[in-house]
C-alpha cells in the first residue's frame, strides 16, 4: 500500500519561497516508470497541476507557473520536494502531492493534501 504524505510550513510571506515536501512510503519513489506531481487547489476553484518530477528524476511544469517552480528529490529519504517562488497571496491553497504511471494521467495514489496561506 503506498501512502503519500505532504509536510511544510502553513504560512509564508509574500515574495518568499513555498517549500512542501511529500514522503512516500510503501514503494520506491525511482521504480519504473512512476512520475511524481504536485497539485493545488485554491479557495473556491478547481485543482490545478504544478509539475512532476519522474523515476528517473526529470521534471517538467506547468507552463503558467515554470518560471518560479522547482521539483526535485531524495532518493535516499524517498521523497521529493516542491519549491514556488516569490509566492503572493494568489498562491494560497491546499497543496497535494500524488502518483502516476508513465505519462499517462491516472492518479493511484494521493496525499491528504496540506494547506499553505501567503500572507504578511
Known amino acids: 500500500q503506498v501512502q503519500l504524505q505532504e509536510s511544510g510550513p502553513g504560512l509564508v510571506k509574500p515574495s518568499q519561497t513555498l517549500s512542501l515536501t511529500c514522503t512516500v512510503s510503501?514503494?520506491?519513489?525511482?521504480?519504473?516508470?512512476?512520475?511524481w506531481s504536485w497539485f493545488r487547489q485554491p479557495p473556491g476553484k478547481g485543482l490545478e497541476w504544478i509539475g512532476y518530477i519522474t523515476y528517473g528524476g526529470s521534471t517538467y511544469y506547468s507552463s503558467s507557473l515554470k518560471s518560479r517552480t522547482s521539483i526535485s528529490r531524495d532518493t535516499s529519504k524517498n521523497q521529493f520536494t516542491l519549491k514556488l517562488s516569490s509566492v503572493t497571496p494568489e498562491d494560497t491553497a491546499v497543496y497535494y502531492c500524488a502518483r502516476h504511471y508513465a505519462i499517462q494521467t491516472l492518479y493511484d495514489y494521493w496525499g491528504q493534501g496540506t494547506q499553505v496561506t501567503v500572507s504578511s
Open positions: 510503501g514503494g520506491s519513489i525511482t521504480t519504473n516508470y512512476y512520475y
